[in-house]
């Protein structure tokens, strides 16, 4: 099969999808591969690390495109992207299609099918292909809120992890999966107090495990809003598969907040977990509603390519391989992947955008 790593347009996105190593396996494999110039540089890796491994350089992604039988991208296409894509291609990439009814209708009109990353789902209901861009983007969360604490920034000017004599800061995060779970044990090994609100009783367990500074609660309306009103950083990290987040922490309890407070939304791929979430990008990655910083890039991981680069291309490789092979259709995580294909759409946590696609 013909294989395309497109150049990656989104603001400030330096990840590429596939690295020199895992195209040249799937070179090895009988595959004709082929990568749009320079599109692995932000990630450290050049063209002639491709080249030595007997990947083509295409040297546009028109000329991508049009080589491309299996697209494999890390985010979503946007209009650089849409331009260039076809029926008959079959798209490999995040979609997040539940936060994006207008890119949802234009795949839908192009035909093609498109298998999400982020819905890859395994038999006990794992999301392989999401796990590690959701670690990496827990710990961002924690880094980059430390930091917008800091008052230069705009912040209260709070030490998260205190010292001897000082508060420790508060940090509150919403989900304890791979994502809610990194943040968690990042900002717990910094010091700080740490409270968990989540559902499953093992993945209370194990928050608790990570030491006697973090609390794991259940989400109750009015224990929520009294953590939140304490907290300095609030981080959000809710998931149901395919479909768009829900609101759990809302704009009344933001407004008990204290100014210079910073909040973090890593669910805005899929919409965002907080009422005032909106999406924004690495070039301009903050707002302020309510005297508290917000936080929500919608490609947290794309600051790090080099380490989100070699995290994802581990992770899809394998799945890249069944696409390529041609019998792919019984592979279940595989099929259970599928978004959209000839014009309609397939995952179930997508069904209820059909009345707003019209």
């Known amino acids: 099969m013909r294989i395309g790593i497109p150049r990656e347009t989104k603001t400030l996105e330096g990840r590429v999808a596939l690295v020199p190593a895992a195209a040249g396996d799937l070179v090895k494999r ?125 912040g209260k000017g709070k030490l998260l992890g205190g010292l001897p004599s ?55 309306h009015d224990v929520v809003a009294r953590a939140v009103a304490q907290a300095d950083l609030v981080i959000g990290a809710v998931l149901i598969t395919g479909a768009k987040a829900p609101h759990v922490m809302t704009r009344e309890m933001l407004k008990e907040m204290e100014d210079g407070s910073v909040v973090v939304d890593i669910a805005i791929d899929q919409g965002g977990c907080f009422e005032t979430s909106r999406p924004t990008t690495w070039k301009e990655p903050t707002y302020v509603e309510e005297g508290v910083t917000h936080f929500c890039v919608t490609n947290m991981p794309g600051a790090v390519p080099q380490t989100s680069s070699q995290a994802i291309c581990a992770a899809i490789l394998p799945w890249v391989n069944k696409l390529a092979g041609g019998d792919w259709r019984t592979s279940v995580p595989l099929t259970r992947g599928i978004n959209v294909e000839g014009g309609k759409i397939v995952h179930p946590a997508l069904q209820d955008m059909k009345g707003h696609l019209e």
């Open 166 to 220: 000082t508060e420790r800061g508060r940090v509150v995060v919403f989900g304890a999966g791979k994502a809610g779970g990194a943040s968690a044990a990042l900002a717990a090994a910094g010091g700080a107090d740490v409270t968990v609100f989540e559902m499953r009783q093992d993945r209370m367990d194990e928050m608790m495990r990570l030491g006697h500074n973090v609390t794991t609660l259940y989400p109750y």
């Open 30 to 154: 009988g595959h004709e591969v082929w990568i749009e110039k320079d599109a692995g540089v932000k990630s450290g890796f050049k063209d002639a690390q491709y080249t030595a491994l007997g990947v083509k350089i295409a040297p546009d992604a028109a000329a991508l495109y049009e080589k491309g039988e299996l697209i494999v991208k890390v985010k979503e296409p946007i209009a650089g992207d849409l331009q260039h894509l076809r029926r008959d291609h079959l798209l490999f990439c995040y979609l997040h299609l539940a936060a994006e009814p207008h890119l949802t209708r234009q795949l839908l009109d192009i035909g093609l099918c498109g298998v999400a990353f982020e819905t890859v789902e395994l038999p006990n209901g794992d999301l392989p292909l999401l796990a590690p861009m959701s670690v990496i983007a827990g710990k961002i969360g924690v880094q980059v809120g430390t930091h917008l604490l800091h008052q230069p920034m705009g």
